[in-house]
């Protein structure tokens, strides 16, 4: 197992090394760079201003000495520096991120919380009542845009109940006494755009885990168990559950590692201090340094997200070993 | 994004009737704005949003007010020739303009530092440092020098490389920053690129008061968020009369009203609503009676079509003046923007002192579709069974292009369609998202027609859109902004005269035949000037929109809940 994870590893840091180098490099191909922008909102900007800022940024530069530079700061621990909001990448990207993970984490663990009751009855009771009715909620929650959901909840729970606040992420100038103040103000914040991110992923996980339980539930050993007179919890938990982690634990890893990437059009609509529009504005504006942190933190996630479902199904299931 | 933007104003209009307002008061403004802010450095700072934020902290040698007209402001009095603060000098026959200024005995830094003329040398030494990504430097780099009087630290005097008239409008973004504070880290840094930005205190300890000089210092900011500022308790002028003043960043424009309304924010800034927005929401105002304003005041923001004159068919004068005389610019406005944003003559706004409609210094094309047939008639333009107009063989087509997803754009994209093809003019729609638009296809002048702003500041010579030389190229650097390939050698030395003429007089008279030129020549199609809209609590007092580069927010101490 050591040899594995070792070498699963490795690989991991060359392909996100490829990675990056190729994201880097398609950003290049991108018409304008961050001069080119300064150009056009303003008029003023000389030949002499252009050609002295361009050596700067190392825009004169070809794409793979520019790589390699870059390459070399992140190495020595210097994310480097956002050429659009003229801070430290550390500085404008480390808050952000915490609080997408926050939003993310809470969001995705609501979600689980919520679907893995639901999926599981609907499995054991397939065709009856409540399997119907969480079909139709699971089915409404898939088709219900985010963006709409969060606009209208602002509208009932903000503008006509007055009762959560309609955007952001703390309330601004309150030094809270406790911590507990501190989390009971965040998560004031937070009840909205985790309804909205939420809404759509338990629709998709309690589908997820309905057809993934009732598949294992199918089983010949399933039988083999109950005739054995086995309880029923024990041959739906540990017979039958631990049977459907398998795609689940795929399901799963592939959200997780989603939460840094940010969720722009809940973050957007709730005024919420994320990275998801971050990251956009920063690759439409070619702030190279900016989008290339945010690539390296997704690409890395789902690379170690799937290392860890790879050792989690080992787990789960003891056929699966790793030598 | 547009069908959703759509969606989101019809739900916004359903959900908010009926919803409470709360009354803001002087104890607490939250404006909202739609656009992100960066460093607060004001000599590095490029977006609009930090020139919203940046006029509440800071002020500079001169500013222009809401009239459009140059004023002192951290400095007792603008030098000119008549008043002798102003000379004209020669040194080694080369003409140059020198000029005495005196800062206000009461101006300090938010802690209490008296603000110099130090401080203005070190400004100017920073921004002409080539480790600071400053994007423009002209206005530094035309000072020559600046020595400080030895008597008084508050007296200066600038010597120009040249003798230029316009010195005073060009003060209005130097930038001061504050030498006490300051000066250590640039020493440190300086030698390292990008060093002394990455280490300023605007970057590392934003809520110094001594980095600012306004009516307000910086308290708490959240990049990404929000900024919350509090009166200067050293502000040399009017104290401030709120006492907080909150920004909140709300990128869905979509979302302002509902936050407007459930009291997230009191007010939306110039930089929130769209101007539809801004209509829609008026209209709800006044039906519920609510208590907020919406103000509108046309800026000198001016949308425009490029002609690219290397284009065979646009080359040719006649169809571009067809061209002008197919459009129905005031019925354009009425239809589309309910007449408040007004239609454009030409590039200069009403506000510019240059600004004329005379007859004589301006061509004017009346809307006419039989005149414009006539025109292309005599062009060799002929109309065919199908409609369109036809010259050997070679039908009236061109692409007309702009940013995709502008929704105004593209409304008046399809309004001109219409009337072009009237007259027998096929034109076809290709927009691109602006980073292609503005990146590739209006810098290396691959257009037939492109539709998009220019900011027109008053008293502005338009060298870098109109200037021979200033024709986006590849040698140079694609720096120019003359993209429609205009060249005209009267016009080229207007331009050139008009940074040497000392009498205002005169320049008027430089400034009308250049629009003269402009609207005979046509290389620009004038549609209309863009409108400001700011929401703002009814019972909010001495607020305007002064529709030019400077922000609403110059005059932010007088603000005022009553």
Not at chain 2, 123 to 141: F, G
Request: charged share 20%; glycine share 6%.
């Amino acid at each position: 197992m050591g040899t594995y994870i070792l070498r699963r590893l490795i690989q991991t840091v060359v392909v996100i090394a490829l990675i990056s180098y190729m994201c880097f490099y398609l950003m290049t191909l991108m018409p304008g760079d961050p001069v080119e922008l300064m150009i056009q909102s303003n008029p003023r900007i000389t030949s002499e201003d252009i050609a002295r800022l361009r050596e700067l940024y190392n825009l004169d530069q070809p794409a793979y000495v520019r790589y390699f530079s870059w390459a070399k700061d992140i190495a020595s621990g210097d994310l480097g520096y956002s050429r659009t909001y003229r801070v430290p990448v550390q500085e404008l990207m480390g808050p952000r991120l915490k609080n997408t993970f926050v939003l993310s984490f809470i969001a995705l663990l609501t979600s689980l919380l919520i679907a893995l009751p639901f999926g599981i009855y609907s499995a054991l009771k397939p065709g009856s009542r409540v399997d119907y009715f969480v079909n139709f909620l699971s089915f409404g929650g898939i088709s219900i845009p985010s963006f709409w959901l969060g606009l209208i909840l602002i509208i009932i729970f903000s503008v006509q109940f007055g009762i959560l606040p309609a955007g952001g992420t703390e309330t601004i100038g309150v030094e809270h006494e406790s911590t507990w103040a501190f989390i009971k103000d965040r998560a004031l914040y937070l009840i909205l755009p985790v309804i909205s991110l939420s809404v759509q992923s338990i629709g998709v996980f309690v589908r997820y885990i309905r057809s993934s339980m009732m598949e294992a539930m199918r089983n010949d050993f399933i039988r083999t168990a109950k005739a054995k007179g086995l309880s029923r919890a024990v041959v739906v938990w540990k017979h039958g559950f631990r049977n459907a982690l398998i795609p689940l634990i795929t399901i799963f890893a592939l959200s997780f590692s989603g939460l840094f990437s940010g969720a722009i059009l809940t973050e957007t609509v709730f005024a919420y201090q994320g990275v998801g529009k971050l990251v956009y504005d920063s690759i439409m504006a070619n702030d190279y340094n900016v989008a290339m942190i945010s690539f390296i933190i997704s690409v890395s996630m789902v690379l170690f997200m799937n290392l860890l479902a790879d050792i989690l199904y080992g787990f789960a299931d003891p056929r699966i070993s790793y030598t | 994004m547009t069908i959703a933007r759509t969606l989101l104003s019809v739900v916004v209009s359903i959900g908010m009737a009926g919803s409470a307002f709360a009354k803001a008061t002087n104890n607490e403004l939250k404006i909202g704005i739609s656009q992100e802010f960066d460093s607060l450095n004001p000599i590095l700072s490029s977006m609009v949003a930090s020139s919203y934020i940046r006029y509440i902290v800071n002020r500079r040698l001169t500013n222009l007010d809401s009239k459009s007209k140059w004023q002192a402001q951290i400095t007792k009095e603008l030098p000119t020739t008549e008043n002798g603060l102003a000379k004209i000098v020669t040194v080694d026959g080369k003409k140059k303009i020198v000029t005495q200024w005196e800062i206000k005995e009461s101006v300090k830094w938010g802690d209490g530092t008296p603000l110099t003329c130090d401080d203005i040398i070190f400004s100017r030494t920073v921004a002409l440092s080539n480790n600071v990504s400053i994007p423009e430097r002209e206005v530094y780099e035309q000072i020559e020098k600046i020595e400080v009087d030895p008597k008084n630290p508050k007296k200066c005097t600038f010597t120009y490389q040249n003798a230029i008239w316009n010195h005073v409008n060009q003060l209005g973004t130097f930038y001061l920053l504050p030498k006490h504070l300051e000066e250590s880290v640039f020493n440190k840094y300086k030698d390292q690129k990008e060093g002394y930005e990455k280490n300023s205190n605007y970057t590392k300890n934003p809520t110094n008061p001594g980095l600012y000089n306004g009516p307000y210092v910086v308290s708490e900011l959240k990049l990404g968020d929000h900024i919350s500022m509090v009166p200067n308790k050293h502000f040399y002028g009017e104290a401030p009369k709120i006492k907080r003043i909150i920004i909140k960043l709300i990128p869905n424009t979509g979302t302002l009203e509902a936050n407007l309304r459930s009291g997230t924010i009191d007010k939306i800034s110039v930089l929130g609503l769209t101007f539809d927005q801004a209509i829609s929401l008026e209209k709800k105002i006044k039906t519920e009676s609510a208590d907020f304003t919406v103000v509108f005041e046309p800026s000198a923001v001016h949308e425009h079509i490029d002609l690219n004159l290397d284009n065979p068919i646009l080359k040719d004068i006649k169809v571009r003046k067809a061209l002008a005389t197919a459009i129905d610019k005031e019925q354009l406005v009425k239809s589309l923007f309910e007449g408040k944003q007004p239609a454009s003559l030409h590039f200069i706004t009403p506000k510019d002192p240059w600004y004329t409609d005379d007859p004589k210094s301006v061509t004017t094309y009346r809307y006419s579709k039989r005149q414009a047939a006539k025109i292309l008639d005599e062009a060799g333009w002929k109309e065919d069974k199908d409609g369109y107009r036809y010259k050997e063989g070679k039908k009236l087509s061109l692409n007309f292009m702009t940013t995709a997803g502008n929704k105004t754009r593209e409304a008046v994209q399809v309004y001109l369609q219409n009337q072009w093809k009237q007259v027998g003019i096929e034109i076809i729609i290709k927009n691109e998202p602006g980073r292609v638009f503005f990146g590739e296809t209006t810098k290396k002048r691959r257009f037939d027609m492109a539709m998009y702003a220019w900011v027109a500041n008053p008293e502005n010579n338009p060298r870098s859109t109109l200037h021979s030389e200033m024709i986006s190229s590849e040698k140079n650097g694609w720096s120019g902004q003359n993209y429609p390939g205009f060249k005209n050698p009267r016009m080229d030395k207007i331009i050139e005269e008009m940074d040497g003429e000392f009498n205002p007089k005169k320049r008027i008279e430089l400034a009308a035949e250049m629009q003269k030129i402009y609207t005979d020549e046509i290389p620009v199609l004038p549609l209309y000037y863009r409108t400001d809209n700011a929401v703002i609590p009814k019972n909010m007092k001495n607020f305007k929109i002064p529709g030019h580069q400077f922000s609403e927010t110059n005059d932010v101490e007088r603000w005022t809940m009553e």
